[in-house]
Structures are given as structure tokens and as C-alpha cells.
């Protein structure tokens, strides 16, 4: 194995925050990025977005209604680590981007509103890191202001998201009695001086907790702190890297990203434990990081990126190999060899060209159409990465044209728009309707928008009488033409071909799942 390789794919980490929106994402991010020294000043995550919003007219939306709906890749190096921080859209409308993106990850932070506890957008999002268990590292956040108690905030996180706890930090009270957190793993106290970024803080070792230097520091919270860390120490379940990294365990810390306080710890926590990139699975076989030739799949599309450009850009996730400005890889559902002469990388504060780049980053191709998500790129094998899904879409809306010129405009640009991940579009079999489905709403104010930004298309909603989807298939071809004989008013297809069932509602969908057992309803659908 080529050391060199080895040593650039073991020092990277890539990874995503999963929270429900006012947790605190953001807030924490800036932080994370100001320790990588990506960003010298605080505020300026929040201005990039603003900055953004203040730019891009489909993102208007996002500044009307006060939501981040796109995701971006930063990068940053911390220590001898390369992290790439793969941000996602908060708002549960725009969910199943979410979802993609976590597929490109190899490991999770969650972030907790101490108030708050386990909100619903987290219990969603910690299912989707359920389907490749993917290891999570907790952050209780605001423990400057008052919330529940810490022991009641992991037995709700054990409850609600079925994962171990395993405190390696503990906070010495909170809100106006908010002191700091004991480490626990490396016996040392932080203390908490509010209103003051304590980012350069050393710790205080205090390996025996009897010492009568603890009283002397934080009063009478020494003895609550000694009791707690008691019951602990007979409670806890202790760390157990390997549960850990099969996504069974989470080791939790407490803080306030606001105050940038106990920010360090979990991300020196985080570089030492969290996974670096590891295998990958295609069709055909298992891919090890290490391996030599490049490859790596696309697992979001994002246009309009620079407004000025119209540009598109495709992400793609390294999963082996080295790649180098201006190589050549094959483009394997279109049979062509293509040459990534302009990959970018994004820097947390720019934009910059990649020279090389390893397993567990990510570069963005510019992109003219002819990439869709899930799409795999290799140097020479024809490989097929598995694992980036569709989800059946929950909501759905009939699209009508102002001006019925526009047909072709309105079909390219659903393509593309479906093709991006950002709304799915159906044809249903009889009739020649054109039905919208997301599984957030919004994306169809989204869609609307950038189809007339975009495509110079004109349209309107009108509502579509469906409340469920499901992708059909079955081994036996006489009782699926059966089944579509009979449901042939339900039938559509998607923008790929693929044959799906639209439910007026759960109830009917049900009732027609038990009519014919041997048709397979499908949930989600992984790209062709
Ligand atoms: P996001 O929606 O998860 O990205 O959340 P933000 O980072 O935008 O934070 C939501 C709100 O919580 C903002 O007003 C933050 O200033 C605030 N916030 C974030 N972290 C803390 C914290 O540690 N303490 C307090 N008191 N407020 C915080």
C-alpha cells in the first residue's frame, strides 16, 4: 500500500452536523471553523449567508422565511487533521437533501438544545444515520441558560433516538449557576467566565476530586459536582470506541457554542475519535480508501451557487485514490471519459481549485447537465456506488402553464430540477399531467421560482389529489401488468422511467399493498 496515500486518507475526516433548526448548528460551525483558523472573525458564517441571500433570487425564499436551505462543503485543518464539514439545510422541508449529504459523510456531531432535548427534526435525521450506522458524537448545547437536567437529557436522548450515552464531559450547573464542565476522561476542569470566549482556556487537572482546590473554585457546587460524577462512575456506561464507530454509542459533551465554550474539547475529541474514511460499498464489490485508482460518487447537485455564473456545481465524495487537477475519469452512466480540469474545493471562506485531493473529501465539478446524483466516477472499473436514495415524496401538486409554448422549457427544466435532487416530477400513465412531489413543501415554492428564473417558465399549482408514493416493481411481469391494468389511474412514471403507485391517502394504500402481496411497494429508490 502506498504510505503516502495511507497517511493523507488517515488524517481526514469528514462529517456533518445533525440538529433541529435553533440548536445551534450555526453558531457551532463559526466555532469549529474559527479553531481550523478557516475564519478569523466571528459572524462570519452568518454574513456569508447573508451575503448569499442578498445575491441569489431564488433564495429569496430562504430570506423571506428566515431558513438555510442550501448545503455547503467547508474545509478546514485542525492539528495534523484535514476535516471537510458538510453543512445541511435545518428546515425539515428540505430534509431529503439532508439526507443525501449524510450518505457522503463518515461520521455525525449532534447538536442538543439543553432546553429542549430531543426535538423532532433530530429523531428524523438521527434515523436516516441509523440506516449506515454512522457514529455520533453528542453536544449538549446552552448550558449558559437554564434547561433540563443532565441526566434527563441522556436518558431522553437513550429513550427517543435508541443510542447509548456515555458522558466525556460534565457540566457544574447551568444557566446564571453555570460554572463549567469537568472532563472526565481527561480529569481536568473548565472554567466558565460568561460573556468571554474562553478559547485559548487551559483546563485545570484535577484528577482527584477530593482535592479541596475544587471547593476553593467552584464553592458550594464542589460537592454537587463530586456526587454526580459519583453516581457516574457506578451509572455510565463507560467508553467503547468500537460501539462507538458501529454508531451504538455516543459520547456526549457539554457546552455553549455561543460562548465558544467547551467547542475545543469536542472537536479534540472529535479528530482523535471519529472515523476516518473507510470502505464503500458499489454493486460489484467493497472499495477500500486506500486503494490507488480514484473513485468517488455524486451525492448533490447545487445551481446558482455563484449568481453571476449560473453555474451548477456537482459534489462529489472521494471514496479512493488520489485525484489530481486535470485527470481523466470515466463517467460510467454515460460511457464517457471526462477530464476534471476545473474541480473545486471549498474552503470554509472561498472558493479554491484542488490540486489533489483524497478519500474523505469532497470537490465540486462544474457541471452542464450531464450529472445527476449517485453518478460514479473511476479511473478506469466500471464501479456503482450503492446507498444514495430518493425518498418517496409526501406531498404533491398538479403543475399548470401560463403559457403552453413553454412545454419543452417546462420538461427541461423539471429534468433537471428532479436531477438535482431538489423536486421529483411524475407522469402519470393516462393523461398528460405533470405532478410535482417533495417530501418538504417548500421545495415547491423552490422549484416554482427557479423555473421561472431559470427557464422562463410561467406556472402555477393547482392541487394534485395525492398523499402517498411508493416505487413498484415485481419479479413476475404477468401480475405487474395485472396490477397496472387495474391501477392504472394511479400509475405514473418518474423523471428516471421508473414505475410508481400514487395513494389518495395511506389508507388506500394500504388496502391496495394487501390486494396484491406479490407487488413490491417501495419506499426509496436509489438512483439508476
Ligand atoms: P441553527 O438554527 O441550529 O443553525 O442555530 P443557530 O446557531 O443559528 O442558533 C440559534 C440561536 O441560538 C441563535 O440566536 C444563537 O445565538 C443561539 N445560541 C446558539 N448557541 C447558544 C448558546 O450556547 N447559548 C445561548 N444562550 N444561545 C445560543
Known amino acids: 500500500m502506498d504510505k503516502q496515500l ?98 457522503a459523510v463518515d461520521s455525525a456531531l449532534m447538536v442538543i438544545d439543553s432546553a429542549k432535548g430531543v426535538e423532532p427534526q433530530t429523531e428524523k435525521l438521527m434515523e436516516v444515520c441509523r440506516m449506515r450506522n454512522t457514529p455520533i458524537i453528542t453536544f449538549v448545547n446552552k448550558l449558559d441558560r437554564e434547561g433540563l437536567e443532565p441526566l434527563d437529557i ?38 466558565f467566565t460568561p460573556g468571554k470566549e474562553t478559547r485559548h482556556q487551559q483546563g485545570i487537572v484535577i484528577t482527584d476530586l477530593s482535592d479541596s482546590q475544587l471547593d476553593a473554585l467552584l464553592g458550594s457546587q464542589a460537592d454537587k459536582l463530586r456526587e454526580d460524577v459519583e453516581l457516574l462512575e457506578g451509572a455510565a456506561n463507560p467508553l467503547e470506541t468500537a460501539h462507538y464507530l458501529k454508531g451504538n454509542q455516543s459520547p456526549v459533551f457539554f457546552g455553549s457554542a455561543l460562548n465558544n465554550f467547551g467547542v475545543r474539547e469536542l ?41 453571476a455564473h449560473r453555474d451548477r456545481i456537482a459534489f462529489l465524495r472521494i471514496c479512493s485514490g488520489k485525484f489530481t487537477r486535470g485527470m481523466k475519469v470515466m463517467h460510467h452512466r454515460i ?34 447537465g450531464t450529472i445527476k446524483i449517485g453518478d460514479t466516477f473511476t479511473e478506469k472499473e466500471p464501479l456503482k456506488f450503492t446507498g444514495i436514495p430518493n425518498f418517496a415524496p409526501e406531498h404533491f401538486r398538479r403543475v399548470v402553464l401560463k403559457n403552453p409554448l413553454k412545454l419543452k422549457q417546462l420538461q427541461k427544466g423539471l429534468t433537471q430540477l428532479a436531477e438535482e435532487g431538489a423536486v ?9 399531467d405533470y405532478i410535482l412531489g417533495a417530501v418538504g413543501i417548500l ?26 408514493a411508493r416505487w413498484v416493481s415485481c419479479k413476475d411481469k404477468k401480475k405487474l401488468e395485472e396490477f397496472e391494468k387495474k391501477n392504472q389511474g394511479n400509475l405514473a412514471h418518474d423523471a428516471e422511467g421508473h414505475l410508481a403507485y400514487l395513494a389518495p391517502n395511506e389508507w388506500r394504500l394500504g388496502f391496495i399493498m394487501e390486494d396484491f402481496p406479490d407487488i413490491e411497494f417501495r419506499k426509496t429508490r436509489e438512483h439508476d
Open 6 to 103: 495511507q497517511k493523507e486518507v488517515d488524517r481526514r475526516r469528514c462529517f456533518g452536523i445533525i440538529s433541529h433548526p435553533d440548536a445551534g448548528k450555526t453558531t457551532l460551525t463559526e466555532k469549529l471553523l474559527l479553531f481550523g483558523g478557516a475564519i478569523q472573525l466571528a459572524g462570519a458564517v452568518k454574513a456569508r449567508k447573508a451575503e448569499r441571500h442578498a445575491t441569489s433570487d431564488w433564495m429569496a425564499i430562504e430570506r423571506e422565511r428566515g431558513i438555510s436551505v442550501t448545503t455547503s462543503v467547508m474545509k478546514f485543518n485542525y492539528r495534523d487533521f484535514e476535516v471537510n464539514l458538510l453543512d445541511t439545510p435545518g428546515h425539515q422541508d428540505f430534509s431529503e437533501d439532508t439526507y443525501r449529504v449524510l450518505t
Open 154 to 191: 441522556l436518558a431522553e436522548i437513550e429513550d427517543k433516538l435508541q443510542i447509548e450515552c456515555t458522558p466525556l464531559s460534565w457540566p457544574i450547573g447551568m444557566g446564571k449557576r453555570f460554572k463549567g464542565v469537568y472532563n472526565l476522561y481527561r480529569k481536568e476542569l473548565h472554567l
Open 267 to 307: 472537536l479534540d475529541a472529535f479528530v482523535e475519535m471519529a472515523p476516518a474514511p473507510g470502505a464503500r460499498k458499489t454493486v460489484s464489490r467493497e472499495v477500500s480508501p486506500y486503494e490507488e485508482a480514484f473513485s468517488g460518487f455524486v451525492f448533490k447537485i447545487q445551481a446558482n451557487m455563484d449568481p
Open 335 to 368: 460511457g464517457k471519459e471526462i477530464a476534471i480540469s476545473n474541480a473545486t474545493i471549498f474552503m470554509a471562506q472561498d472558493r479554491a481549485n484542488v490540486e489533489e485531493a483524497y478519500a474523505g473529501d469532497i470537490i465540486g465539478i462544474h457541471n452542464h
Open 424 to 432: 421529483q416530477f411524475f407522469r402519470p400513465i393516462v393523461g398528460r
Open 443 to 468: 421545495q415547491f415554492d423552490v422549484t416554482m421560482a427557479r423555473l421561472k428564473a431559470e427557464y422562463g417558465v410561467e406556472a402555477i399549482y393547482e392541487p394534485a389529489p395525492f398523499a402517498a
